[in-house]
């Protein structure tokens, strides 16, 4: 059974927490491997004479959502729904919770959330706001800021009394011990399935995190409360920087990600020198291997992109091409992690080379920096051609 967590955050406003650790899924979004889970987050605002409900949890679990908001709230007395973002992960709940009203309730959405709403749910009596509108609801002035491509157009946060409520902007994939970040070595825990989840979820529209940065850098924020995983009420700027530092790739001083597939044993030969060569050289690799025995999640990978130097790929030549696992690695990182960052690439064959027309294919209208190809033939061992290689990237790097 998922742990469930009810619990008041805040007094003025007061403010109260409802978050469900999803410790049964899998794949997020049916695709992404998260063996560490992922949590879903609303939050309740009670204010003088109005119930305020900021987003909800997932469909399937709807029945444990009404429960857990009815020990705060009879949910016939909520007056308003804050709809941030349309995905069902966060919308799934509320027809359930519309049904629990049991009443004309006063529905908030972006325009691009009214579509969605009533394409999802059948949902048409939706209040539109747009960016910048602020709404006095209880007392207290709500603004709200669009943020689209964060990581759909519908999306847009809530802003109330240096309360920033993200939804998608802020979260992280990982099921924290604590509420918020007043623990550091939770913080320094979770902080790398944060890296994860903007990868994974955000990353194909990262130039828009920059822009939503840029955008929320305006607003005095106290706290950021999202969707997913920890709230900051400590220090919500050390999330935003973290995020737009993911989102510029900012590299950590010696950092390498190596990824190879070996079938037989050959390319892992020629990798085994790369990385003794990385080694040797000051380089800190971080190595992942396709082979017969062991398969690592493509999410895994990517998480390790943002912060690295220079990516070193190692593929074996299959049907002319380069390995499938290997290209699907190579799509995936040009789709959700392309950054100005040099590339070697190392390739092994039996009959003839084909590393720089297929791998150079897919890289050349990427952003990263081919630096060179490097092509061996079976067990032919060039230990010159990978020193020269590892050379080359030295000197690019300084």
């Known amino acids: 059974m998922p742990k469930i967590w009810t619990e008041r955050i805040f007094d003025d406003p007061e403010i109260y927490i409802l978050r469900i650790d999803d410790d049964q899924i899998k794949y997020f979004e049916a695709v992404w ?5 992922i949590s879903y987050n609303a939050y309740l605002v009670k204010l003088n004479g109005a119930n305020v409900l900021i987003d909800g949890w997932k469909g399937n679990y709807a029945k444990e959502f009404i429960d ?42 972006s325009n691009f959330g009214k579509r969605l709403l009533e394409g999802f749910y059948g949902i048409k009596d939706v209040t539109v706001v747009k960016d910048g509108e602020e709404r006095e609801i209880g007392g207290k002035k709500f603004k709200f800021v669009m943020t689209p491509w964060l990581h759909w157009p519908d999306t847009m946060v809530t802003y109330l009394d240096g309360i920033l409520f993200g939804c998608d902007v802020g979260g992280g994939y990982l099921l924290p011990e604590t509420l918020d970040d007043s623990n550091e070595s939770v913080v320094e825990r979770y902080l790398p399935h944060v890296t994860k989840y903007i990868v994974t979820v955000i990353g194909h529209y990262k130039n828009y995190i920059l822009e939503g940065a840029e955008k929320l850098s305006s607003l005095e924020i106290k706290a950021l409360l999202p969707g997913h995983g920890l709230i900051w009420k400590k220090d919500p700027q050390r999330l935003l920087n973290h995020y737009v530092s993911v989102a510029k790739g900012d590299p950590k001083k010696g950092k390498v990600t190596v990824i190879y597939d070996s079938m037989y044993g050959f390319v892992e030969n020629v990798m085994k020198k790369v990385i003794d060569s990385l080694k040797e050289k000051g380089f800190t690799p971080v190595v992942y291997k396709f082979s017969d025995e062991e398969r690592p999640a493509i999410s895994e990978i990517l998480k390790d992109i943002p912060d690295s130097e220079a990516l070193i790929f190692g593929v074996s030549t299959y049907e ?79």
């Open 33 to 37: 491997e998260i063996p560490e889970g």
């Open 68 to 109: 857990a908001l009815s020990k705060i709230v009879d949910p016939k007395e909520i007056t308003h729904i804050i709809v941030n973002h349309t995905e069902p992960d966060h919308s799934g709940s509320l027809p359930a919770t519309l049904e629990a009203i049991g009443h004309n309730v006063e529905i908030i959405a």
């Open 320 to 398: 002319a091409e380069i390995h499938p696992l290997m290209r699907f690695t190579f799509l995936e990182i040009i789709d959700k992690a392309n950054y100005e960052k040099p590339v070697l690439v190392f390739g092994v064959h039996g009959w003839a080379p084909s590393v720089e027309r297929t791998a150079g294919e897919l890289l050349k209208e990427t952003k990263f920096r081919i630096l060179s190809f490097t092509e061996i033939k079976g067990s032919n061992m060039d230990e010159k051609k990978i020193e020269e290689a590892i050379s080359l990237l030295k000197k690019e790097l300084g």
